[in-house]
């Protein structure tokens, strides 16, 4: 193995860092809970908790030995193993796109997090916060649904973290400082690990006494709801807010139709010419 090979980070050193990262989570502190959801490019679903699994059940099993290991952190990492083991081979005659359905994956997050909130204990409030870890680019066709996605979790205090490995995001930018969360694009990916522990394990409210890295330009660009491409200047409906590229008289998302008015200094002149 050569030094570039030792240093590239592969699928299953990033699942490694992630593993050691969800148990550092979990170790943190006893009520920490923990849900892990894989967007892929066709679909998103959640490695952890399995669907299937049954509480009690597992409290059943949980009399067989364990090699001393904490049950929880077992139970987990052996859950998340399968699950992506079945990913993977159930992706073999799919066709890839190097994106992912990150709009629907951070909706589901949102739906668990509401699920738990109202499971949660009466006098108990619970914090949740969101990592996306991205490897894949944006696609400015899911910017409704992401935006969407966003502006929901900052009303429900939901703090987004992103941990970039590739290509920057400006989606995940704009989400990160919406709810004030953090957005990093890691200078060096084989270090994962670091990252994820150093920047991302502490809660926001201890990450004000750290000396984290500073917060990045914004890129505040939308998508025009006609082409789906990202835009600095555009058209702006004055009735739904829906953003064009170009101008048309009639708004595509709520049809309002909109008078073409002439320069207000004809205007003034054809006025005047009347009242003469
Ligand atoms: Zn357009
Ligand atoms: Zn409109």
């Given at each position: 193995m050569n030094k570039n090979q030792e240093k590239q980070l592969t699928l299953s050193k990033c699942l490694d860092s992630l593993m050691v990262f969800a148990n550092s989570h979990l170790m943190m502190h006893h009520m920490n809970k923990l849900a892990i959801i894989s967007a892929h490019s066709n679909a998103s679903f959640f490695l952890?908790?399995?669907?299937?699994?049954?509480e009690n059940v597992q409290a059943v099993n949980?009399?067989?030995?364990?090699?001393?290991?904490y049950e929880l952190f077992e139970r987990m990492n052996e859950d998340v193993k399968t699950e992506i083991k079945d990913l993977v081979l159930n992706s073999v005659e799919v066709e890839f796109e190097n994106d992912s359905l990150i709009a629907g994956a951070l909706s589901m997050s949102l739906c668990y997090i509401h699920r738990m909130e109202k499971e949660c204990p009466v006098g108990i409030k619970l914090s949740a916060r969101v990592l996306v870890i991205k490897a894949a680019d944006d696609n400015p066709a899911q910017y409704m649904n992401f935006m969407n996605s966003v502006f929901t979790a900052q009303k429900q205090n939901v703090v987004i973290d992103a941990c970039i490995l590739e290509s920057d995001s400006g989606l995940l930018q704009q989400a990160c400082d919406i709810t004030g969360g953090m957005y990093l694009k890691i200078?060096?990916?084989?270090?994962l690990l670091q990252y994820l522990l150093w920047?991302?394990?502490?809660d926001p409210v201890s990450r004000e006494k750290l000396n984290l890295p500073p917060r990045v330009q914004v890129d505040y660009r939308a998508a025009c709801f006609c082409h789906r491409n990202l835009i600095d200047i555009g058209y702006v409906?004055?009735?739904?807010?829906s953003i064009f590229c170009n101008f048309s008289p009639?708004?595509?998302?709520?049809?309002t139709t909109f008078k073409i008015m002439a320069p207000p200094k004809l205007a003034k002149k054809k006025s005047k010419k009347a009242a003469g």
């Open positions: 952890y908790p399995k669907r299937s699994s049954n949980g009399d067989e030995s364990h090699d001393g290991k200078p060096q990916p084989a270090g920047v991302y394990l502490p409906c004055s009735v739904c807010l009639i708004c595509s998302t709520c049809q």
